[in-house]
C-alpha cells in the first residue's frame, strides 16, 4: 500500500490520537502544525502498522515515528521497548534529544543515546538502571548485544533512521543482525532518503505489510524574486548572519521565518536586544493582537516581522522586500509560499535562505521545485558592517548639526578648548569615541559561513551505492565523521582569560576534545583561544577569553555534550596571569582587537551594538 498524497495542511496534531502529555510537549515546544511527513505517517504508526517513509533530515521525521511510538510505551516496565538505530553519533544524539523533548510529560521515560566514543561504563551503568528507549549506532548496539547488555525481548518498535546513510557507511549487516534479535512481534518505521536495492530487501525480508509514505512537491515558479542562500548553521551563527544583513540589506519590510511560536518570540527579543525593532507574530496571540501587529508592520512602525508559516497564510504587505528562511522550510511548497509575501504588487523581492550543512539536499529539491538555481549570497563582512556604521554616523551627525539646537552646547565645547587648550578636533574624536563606546562601530571577527564542500546541483543524481568506496573495518565500527579537529591540549592562549565551569565530566564520558568541539561549533571561537580544560568526574573547569556577551553564556548553558547540558556558568578571572599576553582576537580590519573593557559586575545586552 503506498500513501503518497501533497502535503494534508488541515491535519492538527490534536486530531491524531496522540496522547495528552505528547500534546502538551508539542505546545510547549511551540509546534502548530504537523509537518507533511509527520501527517502522512503518525495516523499509520498509531494504528500499529508497518511504514516506510522516504523522508529527509529536517522534514520532521523524528517526531513522526517519535510521537506515536513513544505512546505505545508503558512507563511502568524500564525495559528497552523502543529502539532507533541512527548511522552516526551526531544523529544519534539529535534523536535522543528530540525524544527527550517530546517525552517531557510522560514521567519516568527514560532514553539512553548508545554510540561509540564515549566510555562504556556510563552505557552500563544507565542500562542496569533500567530505559524504554534506546537510540544508538549499528556497531556499539551490537557490541552491547554480544556482551548481553542490551536486551532486545521487550521491543515493541524499531526505527531504522537514515536507512540508505548505514549502507553507505557499510552498516548493512550490523542492521540486519540487530533485526534478527528483535521478538517476532514488533512494529518497524524504516525511514530511508532514497531507497537503493540493498534497503529495499532489508525492507521485504523484515518488514511486514508496510505503508509506503512518500511527500511530493509541487513543481512551481517563481519570476520577480531574486534567491539566496547563505551556508550557516547553528542559532548563535544565524543570529549573527540575520543581525549583518539587517545592517546592510536595503529592506523595506523584511518578514524572517522560523520553525516555532516559541522561536519568533526568542529571536524578536534578540534582535531587540541588538537595538533592532522587530516584532513577533505567531498563532499564540489573539486575532485581534496579530491584526494590529500587522497594521503596525504595514504603518512602517517596525520593519522586521518574525512569523511563523501559519501566521503568515495570507499576508499581504506590499512593503516586504526581504524574506529570510531563518529556519528551512519543511517542505518546497511551504518555501515556494513564504518567498511569495515578497515581490508583490509588481515589486522586486529578495528571498535569503539559511541552509547549513546538513540542508544541502533540501536546497537541491527547493531548487528542483522551483526551477531556479538559488545562488549563494556572501554574507557582508565585519568591514562592510562598521563602513555601514560610519555612514550611519555620518547622517545622523549631519542631522544633529541641521537641527539648530546646538548653541548652548557650542559654549560648552568653546568653553572647554579655551580652558584646556585643546583644539576641537581633538574634542570632537573624543566625543566620537564614547558615544561608539555602547555602539561599537568594529566587528568581532567571527567564521559565520560553514565551511562548504561542493554542492549537488538541482540535477546532479547520487552516485550509485555499489559504486562508493566501503568504510574500512575499523571506521565502520566508529563513524565520527564530524569528530572536531585535534586540540592543541597544551597550547596556552595569550589573550585575557576568564574561568568558566561546565556541568559535564568524565563520568558522562567527556573528554576535553568533546567540549572543543561543542564551542568551536556553537560559537564562533577558534581552538586556538580556548584556554587549559580541566575534566573533573561531575564537572569541568575551562578557560574562555574575557569578556563573553551574556548572550552567548546563556546560549552555552543550553548546548549539550555527551548527551548533557552544559549548564555553563562564569566563574571569575582568578587564575588569570596578571601579565596578559599581547595576542588579543583581531577584527575583520586585521588590526589588533581594542582590549576588553573591565566586565561590569553584572552585564546587560548592550542596546545598540549588534554583534
Ligand atoms: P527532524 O527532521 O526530525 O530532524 O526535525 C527538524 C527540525 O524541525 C527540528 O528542529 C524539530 O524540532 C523541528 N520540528 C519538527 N516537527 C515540527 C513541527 N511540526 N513544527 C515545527 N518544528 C518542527
Not at 553519533?89 to 535522543?96: D, G, I, K, S, Y
Not at 509506503?212 to 539566496?228: C, L
Amino acid at each position: 500500500m503506498s500513501d503518497d498524497h501533497d502535503s494534508p495542511e488541515t491535519t492538527r496534531f490534536a486530531d491524531m490520537a496522540l496522547s495528552d502529555p505528547v500534546l502538551k510537549a508539542l505546545s510547549e515546544l511551540g509546534y502548530e502544525l504537523p509537518t507533511p511527513i509527520q501527517a502522512l505517517a503518525i495516523p499509520h504508526l498509531v494504528e500499529g502498522r508497518d511504514i516506510i517513509g522516504q523522508a529527509q533530515t529536517g522534514t520532521g521525521k523524528t517526531a513522526a515515528f517519535g510521537l506515536p511510538l513513544l505512546d505505545k510505551i508503558e512507563l511502568d516496565k524500564a525495559v528497552p521497548q523502543l529502539l532507533v538505530v541512527a548511522p552516526t553519533r551526531e544523529l544519534a544524539l539529535q534523536v535522543c534529544e528530540a525524544i527527550k523533548g517530546y517525552a517531557k510529560h510522560l514521567k519516568g521515560l527514560r532514553v539512553l543515546p548508545v554510540y561509540g566514543g564515549q566510555g562504556m561504563a556510563t552505557q552500563l551503568r544507565s542500562l542496569r538502571r533500567g530505559v524504554h528507549c534506546v537510540v544508538g549506532t549499528p556497531g556499539r548496539l551490537l557490541d552491547h548485544l554480544d556482551r548481553k547488555t542490551l536486551k532486545l525481548d521487550a521491543v515493541k518498535a524499531l526505527v531504522l533512521d537514515e536507512a540508505d546513510e548505514m549502507l553507505r557507511m557499510g552498516f548493512v549487516e550490523e542492521v540486519e543482525k540487530i533485526m534478527e534479535q528483535l521478538p517476532p512481534v514488533h512494529q518497524t518505521a524504516l525511514f530511508s532518503a532514497t531507497m537503493p536495492r540493498p534497503i529495499a530487501r532489508i525492507a521485504k525480508r523484515f518488514l511486514t505489510d508496510p505503508v509506503e509514505i512518500r511527500t511530493k512537491s509541487k513543481e512551481t515558479t517563481v519570476e520577480a524574486i531574486k534567491q539566496f542562500y547563505i551556508p550557516v548553521t547553528g542559532e548563535i551563527k544565524k543570529l549573527e548572519a540575520l543581525s549583518r544583513l539587517v545592517e546592510t540589506e536595503d529592506f523595506d519590510g523584511m518578514i524572517v521565518f522560523t520553525r516555532t511560536r516559541v522561536a519568533t518570540v526568542e529571536l524578536s527579543d534578540q534582535l531587540e536586544a541588538r537595538g533592532y525593532k522587530a516584532q513577533a507574530l505567531n498563532g499564540d496571540m489573539s486575532q485581534q493582537i496579530r491584526q494590529r501587529t500587522v497594521d503596525r508592520f504595514k504603518a512602517a512602525d517596525f520593519d522586521i516581522l518574525i512569523c511563523t508559516d501559519v501566521a503568515a497564510r495570507g499576508l499581504d504587505v506590499p512593503r516586504i522586500s526581504h524574506v529570510i528562511n531563518y529556519d528551512i522550510p519543511f517542505d518546497t511548497e511551504v518555501y515556494v509560499h513564504r518567498i511569495g509575501r515578497t515581490g508583490r504588487a509588481g515589486r522586486d523581492g529578495k528571498a535569503i535562505l539559511f541552509a547549513g550543512k546538513r540542508q544541502q539536499r533540501m536546497l537541491s529539491n527547493i531548487e528542483r521545485a522551483t526551477k531556479k538555481k538559488i545562488e549563494r549570497l556572501a554574507l557582508p563582512s565585519g568591514n562592510d558592517v562598521k563602513a555601514r556604521r560610519i555612514a550611519h554616523f555620518k547622517s545622523f551627525l549631519t542631522s544633529a548639526i541641521e537641527s539648530n539646537e546646538l548653541d548652548s552646547f557650542r559654549s560648552i565645547v568653546e568653553d572647554y578648548c579655551r580652558e584646556t587648550d585643546q583644539d576641537p578636533m581633538s574634542v570632537a574624536a573624543a566625543l566620537v569615541h564614547a558615544y561608539q563606546l555602547d555602539r561599537p562601530f568594529s566587528v568581532r571577527h567571527v567564521q559565520i559561513e560553514d565551511v562548504e564542500r561542493p554542492r549537488k546541483t538541482a540535477k546532479s543524481k547520487r552516485e550509485p551505492v555499489s559504486e562508493r568506496p566501503r568504510k574500512t573495518a575499523k571506521s565502520k565500527l566508529e563513524p565520527a565523521p564530524d569528530r572536531p579537529k585535534k586540540p592543541k591540549k597544551s597550547k596556552k592562549p595569550k589573550a585575557p582569560m576568564d574561568v568558566y565551569r561546565v556541568e559535564v565530566g568524565s563520568d558522562d564520558g567527556l573528554e576535553p576534545k568533546n567540549l572543543v568541539g561543542a564551542l568551536t561549533n556553537e560559537i564562533d571561537i577558534p581552538s586556538s583561544y580556548i584556554g587549559s580544560i580541566r575534566v573533573g568526574t561531575q564537572h569541568t573547569i575551562v578557560e574562555l577569553p574575557t569578556g563573553m556577551p551574556s548572550d552567548v553564556l546563556s546560549f552555552l548553558k543550553n548546548v549539550r555534550v555527551c548527551g548533557k547540558k552544559l549548564n555553563m556558568s562564569h566563574l571569575g578571572n582568578e587564575r588569570v596571569p596578571k601579565t596578559a599576553s599581547s595576542r588579543r582576537p583581531r577584527d575583520d580590519s586585521g588590526k589588533k582587537a581594542p582590549t576588553p573593557r573591565r566586565k561590569k559586575p553584572k552585564t546587560k545586552p548592550r542596546k545598540k551594538s549588534p554583534s
